[in-house]
Each structure stands twice: as C-alpha cells, then as structure tokens.
T-cell receptor, first 112, second 113 residues
Framework: NAGVTQTPKFQVLKTGQSMTLQCAQD?????MSWYRQDPGMGLRLIHY???????DQGEVPNGYNVSRSTTEDFPLRLLSAAPSQTSVYFC???????????FGDGTRLSIL | GDSVTQMEGPVTLSEEAFLTINCTYT??????LFWYVQYPGEGLQLLLK?????DKGSNKGFEATYRKETTSFHLEKGSVQVSDSAVYFC????????????FGQGTELSVKP
C-alpha cells in the first residue's frame, strides 16, 4: 500500500541548476498538490491540480512548474534553482479538493 | 483571505500532563477544520477533522471541537505520552475559497519522561 511516493528523498543542487521532484500516488485521487515547508511558516501551497490536464498556482508558485499528464503523477520542476528554494517539499493527494490529504515523506532540497 | 493562527512552540510537557494547543481561524465561508501531525523525518498525517460547527473530532486520545462563535479549533489530550512528541498543524479548507488547505505555522510538542 504505497500511498504517495516522493523521489528523491534528499538532493543538493547548485544555483542555476534545474531538476524535477517526482510525486506518484496509487489511490486514484483527483486532487494533488505541492507544498514547501520552511521553519516557522507552516506549509505553503506551490501548485495544485484538480485532475489530469488541469493545474493551477498556489500561494508561492514563482520559480516552479508542474504538469499533470496522468492521474497518478504530479512532478514539480525547478527551472533555475536559487538558494531561497532550499526547503522541504511535500506532495499530497486527496479524492477531492477539500477532503483530507495524504502526504508523501518529503524531499529535502538544498541549493548552494 | 482565510488564515490559521496557532500558539507558538515549542511546548514541553512531562509525560501524563494535559495538553492544549490553541488554534484560531479566519474564514469568509464555512470551512472544514483539520489537525495534522508530523513525526520527525516524516510527512504529515491527518490526526482528526471536523466539518461543521459544534462537531468534535477525536483520534488516539486527542480531541478538538469546532467552535464557530470563537472561530477556534483547539487541540486537547488528557494525558500525553513521549510518543506524542511531534509537530502539530492546524489547517482549514474553505470551499468558498477553492477548498485548498491553509495551514497554521505548526506547534512543536516535546514530551519528557
């Protein structure tokens, strides 16, 4: 029973590099989302998707892109990494938008 | 816009002590309210929820009551254990604002034997 799987668990990048954080869920959930967690700030929504082919911006979308070509996968792309993007990133999913979300274990990302 | 405010941590308690973590919210509609827990090195897990005024959510000895008159959803537990040490997040989801989860800043709880 995998739930929400995030890869990688840890990553170190240099400023200006690009990378993709992977997120996959096996629960056939329509709603998926990406958050970043920073000390003292809780979780802030980056991007979300209410179904395959549909994505929208959250509270802090700048510097990130997403796509949702399948129900299962929702990758997050950093276009040109900046030190301000050092954070822990969580992917989550739920059957519908206002239902309790299931979280992955997170990706710890450091930008040097 | 909608927002959630939690009491600041860290909160340090002795085992078997009573726990209260305060949470208040601001919302334009009638949100659903949630408490999530994050154990060290893990993602968030749903602890309990309430979907309308006066509902009480409960799980693993934790309780919280949806108080519309005071816009609050305080988390309580009568006797904490060392294993309850974690970060606790209060959150709301307001369908009138798109239904996205809005989190408080989190409260770290440390329980000492």
């Amino acid at each position: 029973n995998a739930g929400v799987t995030q890869t990688p668990k840890f990553q170190v990048l240099k400023t200006g590099q690009s990378m993709t954080l992977q997120c996959a869920q096996d629960m056939n959930h329509e709603y998926m989302s990406w958050y970043r967690q920073d000390p003292g700030m809780g979780l802030r929504l980056i991007h979300y998707s209410v179904g395959a082919g549909i994505t929208d911006q959250g509270e802090v979308p700048n510097g990130y892109n997403v796509s949702r070509s399948t129900t299962e996968d929702f990758p997050l792309r950093l276009l040109s990494a900046a030190p301000s993007q050092t954070s822990v990133y969580f992917c989550a999913s739920s059957p519908r938008v206002n239902q309790p979300q299931h979280f992955g274990d997170g990706t710890r990302l450091s930008i040097l | 816009g909608d927002s959630v405010t939690q009491m600041e941590g860290p909160v340090t308690l002795s085992e078997e002590a009573f726990l209260t973590i305060n949470c208040t919210y601001t919302a334009t509609g009638y949100p659903s309210l949630f408490w999530y827990v994050q154990y060290p090195g893990e993602g968030l897990q749903l602890l309990l929820k309430a979907t309308k005024a006066d509902d009480k959510g409960s799980n693993k000895g934790f309780e919280a009551t949806y108080r519309k008159e005071t816009t609050s959803f305080h988390l309580e537990k009568g006797s904490v254990q060392v294993s309850d040490s974690a970060v606790y997040f209060c959150a709301l989801s307001d369908l009138g604002q798109g239904g996205k989860l809005i989190f408080g800043q989190g409260t770290e709880l440390s329980v000492k034997p």
